[in-house]
């Protein structure tokens, strides 16, 4: 028995010391959402050496002047790959994204629904993309990041001629296929 124990006292001496994971939590804002008057949260929880996961949510149920919508409800669940560690430095992501949405009278970017100027769309959103981004920890618990996702999100809506009206002109499928993410994120790290 005691030969045994030397013999694996003598192997544990120029063995590496086991690797030590500490589970995090972040809770997060995106700026960008932000800047749209949309309210979200984020949270996200490391579970293994170089793997998280995130899930956000966004919600605007505001009108603005003119009969301008931008109402919405975003839920964004993702898993993060950390390159070294996870809340630091660069990863890949894989996220899906829902959401319903109503919106008049405003101008979408990349030249999307330019029809979305004068009418109103209603309906819902799903779909999935690849995430690329990178967090730079500012101190102990302070982190930016930044995120950018392409993907595919299938819209299933209604169309109608102005944002009060009620009377149905069509509804339609589109399947899209560009940006699904655009994250500048404050992030604080427990």
């Not at 124990?5 to 010391?17: D, H, K, Q, T, V």
């Not at 950390?82 to 890949?92: A, D, K, R």
Request: with cysteine; net charge positive; aromatic share 18%.
């Amino acid at each position: 028995m005691m030969k045994k124990f030397s013999i694996l006292l003598f192997i544990s001496l120029f063995l590496p010391p086991p690797s030590v994971f500490s589970q995090q939590i972040a809770l997060k804002t995106n700026l960008v959402y932000d800047a749209m008057a949309t309210v979200n949260a984020g949270v996200e929880v490391s579970f293994a050496r170089k793997w998280s996961f995130e899930v956000a949510g966004n919600y605007n149920a505001w009108d603005f002047s003119d009969g301008r919508k931008w109402r919405h409800i975003l839920v964004q669940p993702e898993f993060h790959y950390w390159l070294c560690e996870p809340m630091s430095g660069h990863f890949f992501g894989l996220h899906a994204h829902w959401s319903k949405f109503n919106l008049a009278k405003v101008r979408i970017p990349f030249g999307l629904w330019k029809d979305l100027r004068d009418k109103r769309y209603e309906g819902d959103l799903y779909g999935a993309g690849l995430t690329y981004g990178y967090a730079l920890p500012l101190g102990r618990h302070w982190n930016l990041e930044a995120a950018l996702g392409l993907g595919y999100a299938r819209v299933i809506y209604d169309k109608y001629p102005c944002a009060r009206c009620g009377t149905r002109l069509d509804s339609g499928k589109y399947n899209y296929w560009g940006v699904t993410k655009l994250a500048f994120s404050v992030a604080y790290v427990f």
